[in-house]
């Protein structure tokens, strides 16, 4: 067997849910292509490449979701994994990557707590190893002028991860974390939330849970989207101007005390 | 000249894989006298930043470290991915090792990235194929470059060589090194039924910069290399046999699996470090 269909054939079978030992087609491609000895048949061979498949992948997302595990289970969490993995097997190098579509695929399914824990657990994947930025230099902001400040954009810090959820699932993580015991954990009830995940100078990983006002803004900013524009956005969609007007400062110092704002730039 | 001495590979004595569990043992409570060097898995370091890069940065200033790739799929048919060593030229260039080192193997397949190091035929294709890989690989990030040998699991039909005349092949055309895990020679020895002495006979000694050695567990009916125990007495008697041949190389203790206490692994270093001085003596 030349090596392009050699390799093809693995591709085929390991990501094949069931061991395939005793399936007779695979048997006999199995025959064609690797020798087998007097302890495993040659089909057999290759179904322990596809039972490795299978460990690492789910215990990868095991550890990348302990909570969601806590929440639905063993079994089921790795009855998820494998419908997941059906519809987005893995094709980046890193296993780092792996669950990077796992929120958005519970979001198609019943049950959108699962999704939104997901999403909770893997802002913090994405904000631990994300590139690292400078806070804000104060003086670099002295010399921009009233004028200018409606024309300026917020560079953010590469780390945040902004989440509108439809349940606190931020809240079940904390809980999981901090019980020793990891007592079972209880599902929360539906309530928009709006939180930021994101890694402080001390490359430690923080949650902030904030007002519905604020949060858009900061999402508008993150789009890109000047301070004007952001701003007139805001005030058109939720008719609260004199607010946002009045408030902004405060943010802007909020924000840039937490380390989220890298730089502004005109 | 011979490839350890062309390209002045040094050795830095016993290491162990640096993992995140042992961050605080060997960053702030001094390591061990026993471990001299470290390995990092290159793909857990080539991201954007936080703790693990500044955790490298720590360990660099104190140690010597050398990136041991899992990724890089140099045996698939697919092409090689030009973002992923340009990644891997940046951390190297971080990290200025003596060398950097991957698998023989492939990863990739169909599109996939199916995360295991499958193993290759051992056929003149293979040769081949992965001959101007390798020759590639090594000028792009401009360092020496050495292929380790992996468990396997399966033996193919088309194969024309054994094992090591497939490696000793391959370095010689490439002229790369070899990255020699005796853990992994014992394993394949017992599930394929081939002599293990003959594979650490055959393979080139002088191409030879690094040994590895790691724990396996026996599933019955084949040999699993999960690098989750202590190192096996056999696995002992076949490093000393390794060692005798290259002479004095870096030698590496796995274990990433049901990874112990700091010291207990410690331990398995200095047992490493006996072994050795025992075989060169």
Known sequence: ????????????????????????????????AFTGNDRVTPI??????????WIRHVNCLREDFPVLVALVGDEKFEAIVRDYLEVFPPKKFQLRHLGENLADFLATRDDQLLADLARVEWAFIDAFDAPDAQPLDPSSISAISEDDWPNARLVLH??????????????????????????????AERKPTHVVVFRHKDLLLYTEVMETLPFEMLSLLASGKSLGAAGDD????????????????????????????????? | MKFREQHRIPDLGIGVGFRPKHAKDVLEAGGSKDVAWYEIVSENYMVGGGRLLENLERLRA??????????MSIGAVEELDEDYLARLKKLVRAIDPPYFTDHLCFCKASGLD??????????KEAIEHLVPRIRHVQQTIEKPFALENVSSYLAYNSSEMTEWELISEIAEKADCGILLDVNNVYVSAFNHGFDAEKFIDGIPADRVVQIHLAGHTDKGTYLLDTHSDHVKDEVWSLYQRAIRRTGAVSTLVEWDEQIPAFDVLAKEAALAKKHREEALR
Request: contains cysteine.
């Open chain 1, 1 to 32: 067997m030349k090596l392009h269909d050699l390799q093809k054939t693995f591709a085929e079978a390991l990501v094949l849910p069931k061991s395939f030992a005793e399936d007779a087609k695979w048997r006999a491609r199995g025959e064609t």
């Open chain 1, 44 to 53: 057999g061979q290759l179904d322990i490449y596809r039972e490795q498949f």
């Open chain 1, 158 to 187: 590469p780390s945040l991860q902004l989440l509108r959820l439809a349940h606190p699932a931020n809240e079940m993580r904390d809980a999981w974390w901090s019980d020793k015991d990891k007592r079972p954990i209880e599902r």
């Open chain 1, 234 to 266: 805001l005030a058109a969609s939720s008719g609260r101007g004199e607010e946002i007007e009045s408030s902004i400062g405060s943010w802007f110092t909020r924000w840039s005390g937490l380390g989220w704002i890298s730089r502004v730039v005109l």
């Open chain 2, 62 to 71: 104190s140690y010597s470290v050398i990136p041991h790739g899992v990724c």
């Open chain 2, 114 to 123: 199916l995360h295991d190091l499958l193993p290759l035929p051992h056929t």
